[in-house]
């Protein structure tokens, strides 16, 4: 099993341009999870889908969308990359059904997305 | 709003040194509290610990949760430079708890 994967690992935008980051899970987990990582700032929570067919808001959703295309693959969009997104962007997933118990979060590799 | 204080943020010791790290939390409605190891790269899980689980032990990793004082200490004992890493505490917060709440980690520095 490859556990979380991302792609791209690496990408270097300019201002205004979009790009979507891309993750994939294959263990038949249920929910899943973009968080940004900054220094200093620890891990933030930007969006996550607790099931397939439902996105809700984190911590920080501004100037980032997410889809939810399917129960392995959850898409991170920036329409128009600020530098202020210069960051480590992580995607994770977790078997936490909804309303039961509790669960430990995989992470992906990350990628580190610079904005010039 | 549910909030994970560690400390230190960071720490330098030389190899076989014990060290202790701290995470105290506020939240909303506790679940359990997590620890994770981060090397160069993603998290990796530690421990989980509910009320019903509140020590851990793996190898010289150990950990224990005091809910009287919404707190957790991480325990490694005599250490090693494969124990430099960032080690992160978080809890489950908002409605459901789906979300993991972070603290901003402590940095661990093991030198020879």
């Known amino acids: 099993n490859a556990g979380v994967t991302q792609t791209p690992k690496f990408q270097v935008l300019k201002t205004g341009q979009s790009m979507t980051l891309q993750c994939a899970q294959d263990m038949n987990h249920n929910s899943m999870y973009w968080y940004r990582q900054d220094p200093g700032m620890g891990l933030r929570l930007i969006y996550y889908s607790a099931s397939e067919g439902t996105t809700d808001k984190g911590e920080v959703p501004n100037g980032y969308n997410v889809s939810r295309l399917n129960k392995r693959e959850f898409s991170l969009r920036l329409e128009s990359a600020a530098p202020s997104q210069t960051s480590v962007y992580f995607c994770?997933?977790?078997?936490?059904?909804?309303?039961?118990?509790?669960?430990?979060?995989?992470f992906g590799p990350g990628t580190r997305l610079t904005v010039l | 709003e549910d909030k994970v204080v560690q400390s230190p943020l960071s720490l330098v010791v030389h190899e076989g040194d014990t060290v202790t790290l701290n995470c105290s939390y506020e939240?909303?409605?506790?679940?359990?509290l997590l620890w994770y190891k981060q090397e160069k790269k993603a998290p990796t899980f530690l421990f989980m610990l509910t009320s019903s689980g509140i020590e851990k032990k793996s190898g010289r990793l150990s950990s224990i949760l005091d809910k009287k004082e919404l707190s957790s200490i991480l325990n490694i004992t005599a250490t090693q430079t494969g124990d430099s890493a960032i080690y992160l505490c978080?809890?489950?917060?908002?409605?459901?708890?789906?979300?993991?709440?972070f603290g901003k980690g402590t940095k661990l520095s093991v030198i020879p």
């Open positions: 939240v909303t409605n506790f679940r359990s």
């Open positions: 978080a809890v489950p917060s908002g409605a459901g708890s789906y979300q993991l709440t």
């Open positions: 994770a997933s977790s078997a936490w059904p909804p309303g039961q118990g509790v669960s430990e979060q995989f």
